[in-house]
């Protein structure tokens, strides 16, 4: 009996994990990648140590997701979830460890060595794998490629999004799945840098934070480390509220700031500086702030006090300003998100459009999508190659199965 042809177009995470699928299920797959390497974007995520994905249980890992994004990926991540995908490797020597924030690395490996390992797997079961092929377009018997097209009885399209274009996704499938009638939800930079009009402390980093985003009401928040760079702000904290800031400023003005004590109260605030007012009235006012030296002066300035101010001469009002700008301290009007230095893209595929449990499109027959190119976007740790790995199993399950029904 011939076995089933399946075109996959894209060698990132889902379509490895969606091309390894199919061929162990008997079907014979070819996987184009337009990069001369498999796995390219999976090279530099985690900044090279590639956090594979997020420990928890299933339900707890899709409340990283946005309600509707959740919903479309419940039946994937129950079809194959963290700890599934976690075997496979383990399974062929990969030692991983779970950080305490429940994110998931290779112990002694890194990016490359996991590579290594798909690379492995896609050999174990004959893929056929097409290096510096791009795509050019999809058509109802197979995939085009430079003026001439390969024939296959489905296509999966694993093209991924649009940030990091170097790594190879310029957001082709988008175009062609346009073209062929499906909606493609607006495009947004999400886990990305923000860059500010003004920023006067580039390389400065500070730990645990609370970065605060606001319109005329608040928008979004995110605790973690945060650094400033050249343009602006870049770390976790920068990254967890990109999205929401990237969405707001399409309609208004949004603004920043940081809370470099979550922990603390402003009465407790207060209390510790009436303290130290008493107890060492001729400290600087400077040397009582537990803050990193350019930050504190930077909350000095902001609040007023000179940075030569001594604890006995910190009034009320100045305390109180001080305290606001510890708590709250104005990073000013956000300048942009670049979409293109996003770790994803929010935006694709309309999820509506795809079937969840089996990945096929519901508007153009045999084909099937998985990944990135999908209108999904997890936060940072783990998620998004897990919604990868995930759809991409799923993908690769239906379409094996689809070809020889
Ligand atoms: C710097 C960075 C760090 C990251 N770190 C992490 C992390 O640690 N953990 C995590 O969960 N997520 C991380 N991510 C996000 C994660 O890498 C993506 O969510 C994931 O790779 C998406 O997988 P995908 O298979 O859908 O797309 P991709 O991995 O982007 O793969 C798409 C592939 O399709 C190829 N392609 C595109 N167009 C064509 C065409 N016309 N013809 C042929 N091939 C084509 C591209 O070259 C690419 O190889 C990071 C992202 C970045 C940019």
């Not at 249980?57 to 994004?69: G, H, I, Q």
């Not at 490629?145 to 957001?171: F, H, K, M, Q």
Request: with cysteine.
């Amino acid at each position: 009996m011939k076995k089933p042809t399946i075109a996959v177009v894209g060698a990132g995470a889902a379509g490895i994990i969606a091309a390894w699928r199919a061929a162990t299920l008997g079907a014979a797959v070819t996987l184009y990648e337009k990069t001369p390497r498999v796995g390219t974007k999976i090279m530099i995520s985690g900044g090279g140590k590639c956090n594979l994905t997020h420990d928890g249980p299933t339900e707890d890992v899709l409340r990283a997701f946005r309600p509707n994004e959740a919903q479309f990926l419940r039946p994937s991540l129950y079809r194959f979830g963290a700890e599934d995908f976690l075997e496979i490797l383990t399974s062929r020597g990969l030692a991983i460890y779970t950080r305490p924030d429940g994110r998931i690395f290779p112990v002694y490996q890194n990016a490359k060595d996991v590579v290594q390992l798909l690379i492995g797997l896609l050999r174990e079961v004959g893929v056929t794998v097409r290096l510096e092929e791009p795509v050019t377009g999809l058509d109802a018997g197979g995939v085009r490629l430079r003026g001439r097209v390969e024939p296959a009885d489905s296509v999966i399209v694993a093209t991924g999004g649009s940030s990091y274009p170097n790594s190879g996704t310029t957001g082709d499938g988008w175009r062609w799945i346009a073209e062929l009638g499906h909606s493609i939800v607006p495009l947004r930079a999400a886990l990305a840098p923000i860059y500010l009009h003004q920023n006067d402390i580039p390389g400065l980093a500070l730990r645990d934070v609370l970065l605060k985003a606001r319109t005329t009401k608040e928008i979004a928040k995110w605790r973690g480390d945060l650094l400033f760079t050249h343009q602006g702000i870049s770390g976790p904290s920068a990254l967890g509220v990109s999205r929401d800031v990237a969405e707001a400023m399409e309609s208004a003005e949004v603004t920043l700031s940081i809370d470099s004590r979550p922990d603390e109260t402003f009465e407790s605030l207060s209390g510790r500086l009436i303290r130290a007012s008493r107890d060492n009235p001729h400290h600087l006012v400077a040397s009582r702030l537990d803050l990193p030296e350019r930050f504190r002066e930077r909350v000095l300035t902001s609040a007023a006090i000179p940075l030569d101010q001594r604890m006995k001469a910190l009034e009320r009002k100045a305390r109180n300003r001080l305290i606001e700008n510890i708590k709250g301290l104005p990073l000013g009007r956000v300048r942009a998100v670049p979409l293109e230095k996003g770790e994803v893209v929010a935006g694709g595929v309309s999820l509506a459009e795809v079937d969840a449990k089996t990945m096929r499109s519901r508007i153009v027959p045999n084909l099937i999508l998985c990944g990135e190119v999908l209108d999904i976007a997890g936060p940072v740790g783990g998620y998004n190659l897990q919604a990868a790995w995930s759809t991409g199993y799923v993908a690769g399950n239906t379409a094996a199965l689809q070809s020889v029904e």
